[in-house]
């Protein structure tokens, strides 16, 4: 006899079970960033130790730090802000080849479906930090830009660092996309760039004071 949960309508349960987990691990983290960058830079990257420190600034601002749990940039984004003594928070995902979570974490949440866990990293966070990294770092800056520019979330900070990294992709921005006429010269300050881990952190936090819940 075949197994009934099995059946492709259950996986609309399997789904809802992800939403609502997330929303009931999460719900008392407080105001937190999110920060995106590559699984497979290690401690050698020169940029390690800047994601390292935008952690453990955003923690001295009172945020906790949110990644997808992984080693890498993820890594020195989880390590900086347990340093700092903030949350660390890990949003893992499921992966055919495992992706095992690292080990500077205060709290893990596991997913299987990569469209529940974005939506988690979107509910959840104040701020997106995108530091370098490859195609999935691209998916959630891009999705940033998408659910901004069409009105479907409010607009937040974005932030790149790693400016040497991202000057090929914003410069194909501006010389390919805007001049063809695909974004508009304002979709291009939509996010800013900064390799200023205080900054970065300043800037988030004041906006967070003008424009967070208790603003």
Do not use: C
């Amino acid at each position: 006899m075949t197994d009934f949960t099995n059946q492709e309508p259950w996986r609309v349960f399997r789904i809802m079970s992800e939403f609502v987990e997330g929303l009931d691990e999460l719900a008392k983290v407080g105001a937190s960033v999110s920060i995106f960058g590559s699984s497979k830079l290690s401690t050698e990257s020169k940029y390690y130790p800047m994601v390292q420190a935008v952690a453990r600034a955003l923690v001295h601002q009172g945020f906790s730090v949110l990644t997808g749990a992984g080693p890498g940039l993820m890594e020195a984004a989880n390590k900086g802000a347990m340093e700092a003594g903030g949350n660390s928070i890990g949003l893992n995902i499921d992966l055919p080849n495992e992706q095992k979570p690292n080990p500077y974490l205060t709290q893990t949440i596991s997913f299987r479906y990569f469209f529940v866990r974005k939506f988690h990293f979107v509910k959840h966070s104040t701020a997106f930090i995108i530091v370098p990294g490859g195609f999935g770092t691209m998916d959630e800056f891009f999705e940033a830009m998408t659910l901004i520019q069409t009105l479907r979330i409010e607009r937040f900070p974005v932030f790149l660092m790693g400016s040497d990294y991202w000057r090929g992709l914003v410069a194909w921005l501006r010389d390919t996309m805007l001049a063809h006429g695909a974004i508009q010269a304002s979709d291009l300050e939509l996010f800013k760039i900064s390799d200023d881990p205080e900054e970065v952190a300043l800037e988030i936090r004041r906006w967070y004071d003008e424009h967070g819940p208790s603003a």
